[in-house]
């Protein structure tokens, strides 16, 4: 009996099953929603993904307690369960394709992903399936079935409107440019070296090597341009405040104000962390200044949108003309000691 069922074509449905996933992730990752014409019930969409998202997590656990000890299953018990699983994933990917993206891109983009990871995860269980048909739960099912379960558990997590979700997506830039500026201040205060715990003993010599050492004009021109960093995350930080307490959702246009202000609130970590890695030893000065420049037109950007947004209101623009004045104070500071420094 085992031995009939361990017949490649009584796992064709698995197989079939495992290509027919993969699909409905790659459009979930690709496609685009199904504008609505009428009404759209944000409430009702969350309810019904829930469900879906629930139905998916039992599937996958009925999927891998079939598959969990000898014999396998028969070819109409694979059958049976390839088809009850395929039916969850076209009603998940369904319902995520009716969140248009009137609703906010960047809410929507959260729900993409969280959606696409439990297809991706469906997949990764398949194909621990597929690998030992008929043996004994193996570690890498057992893994892959938990990871389909916390991907359907974060859903819990996940904002539920755009306002939400933009405040998300800036309190982890917030956090990213804070964590830049703590290892640069670190790497400042505990040596001279910043790679001394990296080299043996025997390598360095008495003068030390002078391309792993900050000298004073370095450590000049650091300290100007963490006064730059320091505005970038002031900018975001009062950036969090405005939204949170003046962002509403009332229309389309100042949903879409939002994710534009996500947009470009995503690009002041990156070119925070470029600043920041030019800084370090030897210090290259043609790159510091061009991340200098990048970060100052994103930091501009930033602000510019921030001003001419709803989320700005009348006791705001007095913060975003300050922080506006301190990066171009900064950027002129920065360029004089590069200026100094080259002459």
Same mark, same amino acid.
């Given at each position: 009996?085992?031995?009939?069922?361990?017949?490649?074509?009584?796992?064709?449905?698995?197989?079939?099953?495992?290509?027919?996933?993969?699909?409905?992730?790659?459009?979930?990752?690709?496609?685009?929603?199904?504008?609505?014409?009428?009404?759209?019930?944000?409430?009702?969409?969350?309810?019904?993904?829930?469900?879906?998202?629930?139905?998916?997590?039992?599937?996958?656990?009925?999927?891998?307690?079939?598959?969990?000890?000898?014999?396998?299953?028969?070819?109409?018990?694979?059958?049976?369960?390839?088809?009850?699983? =395929?039916?969850?994933?076209?009603?998940?990917?369904?319902?995520?394709?009716?969140?248009?993206?009137? =609703?906010?891109?960047?809410?929507?983009?959260?729900?993409?992903?969280?959606?696409?990871?439990?297809?991706?995860?469906?997949?990764?269980?398949?194909?621990?399936?597929?690998?030992?048909?008929?043996?004994?739960?193996?570690?890498?099912?057992?893994?892959?079935?938990?990871?389909?379960?916390?991907?359907?558990?974060?859903?819990?997590?996940?904002?539920?409107?755009?306002?939400?979700?933009?405040?998300?997506?800036?309190?982890?830039?917030?956090?990213?440019?804070?964590?830049?500026?703590?290892?640069?201040?670190?790497?400042?205060?505990?040596?001279?070296?910043?790679?001394?715990?990296?080299?043996?003993?025997?390598?360095?010599?008495?003068?030390?090597?002078?391309?792993?050492?900050?000298?004073?004009?370095?450590?000049?021109?650091?300290? =100007?341009?963490?006064?730059?960093?320091?505005?970038?995350?002031?900018?975001?930080?009062?950036?969090?405040?405005?939204?949170?307490?003046?962002?509403?959702?009332?229309?389309?246009?100042?949903?879409?104000?939002?994710?534009?202000?996500?947009?470009?609130?995503?690009?002041?970590?990156?070119?925070?962390?470029?600043?920041?890695?030019?800084?370090?030893?030897?210090?290259?000065?043609?790159?510091?200044?061009?991340?200098?420049?990048?970060?100052?037109?994103?930091?501009?950007?930033?602000?510019?949108?921030?001003?001419?947004?709803?989320?700005?209101?009348?006791?705001?623009?007095?913060?975003?003309?300050?922080?506006?004045?301190?990066?171009?104070?900064?950027?002129?500071?920065?360029?004089?000691?590069?200026?100094?420094?080259?002459?």
């Amino acid at each position: 009996m085992s031995a009939d069922n361990s017949r490649p074509d009584v796992l064709t449905p698995l197989r079939n099953l495992c290509n027919s996933v993969k699909c409905s992730r790659d459009r979930v990752r690709d496609g685009e929603s199904n504008e609505c014409s009428g009404m759209f019930s944000l409430s009702n969409f969350w309810q019904t993904l829930s469900e879906a998202v629930k139905s998916a997590s039992q599937e996958a656990t009925k999927l891998s307690v079939m598959f969990s000890k000898p014999p396998p299953p028969s070819e109409e018990d694979c059958v049976k369960i390839a088809e009850s699983v =395929q039916k969850s994933v076209l009603t998940l990917s369904t319902v995520y394709f009716w969140l248009p993206k009137s =609703q906010g891109v960047t809410l929507r983009k959260v729900v993409r992903d969280a959606t696409a990871e439990v297809l991706d995860g469906l997949v990764h269980l398949l194909e621990a399936i597929l690998s030992s048909p008929g043996e004994s739960l193996s570690q890498e099912q057992l893994m892959s079935t938990g990871g389909v379960w916390a991907a359907c558990d974060q859903f819990n997590q996940l904002p539920k409107e755009n306002r939400s979700a933009v405040l998300g997506v800036l309190t982890a830039c917030a956090g990213l440019v804070k964590d830049a500026l703590e290892e640069m201040e670190q790497a400042l205060a505990e040596a001279q070296d910043p790679f001394g715990d990296v080299l043996d003993d025997e390598d360095d010599d008495d003068e030390g090597n002078q391309d792993t050492h900050w000298s004073e004009a370095d450590r000049l021109l650091i300290a =100007q341009c963490q006064g730059l960093m320091k505005a970038s995350g002031a900018s975001l930080r009062k950036l969090c405040a405005a939204v949170r307490n003046n962002s509403t959702l009332e229309t389309e246009e100042k949903i879409a104000q939002l994710d534009d202000l996500a947009d470009a609130a995503r690009e002041i970590s990156p070119s925070v962390d470029d600043l920041a890695l030019s800084l370090y030893p030897p210090v290259d000065r043609s790159a510091v200044e061009l991340n200098v420049c990048k970060l100052v037109c994103v930091l501009k950007k930033v602000l510019e949108i921030t001003r001419s947004s709803h989320v700005c209101v009348e006791a705001d623009v007095s913060w975003v003309e300050f922080l506006s004045g301190a990066v171009e104070h900064n950027l002129q500071k920065i360029t004089s000691v590069l200026r100094d420094c080259g002459s």
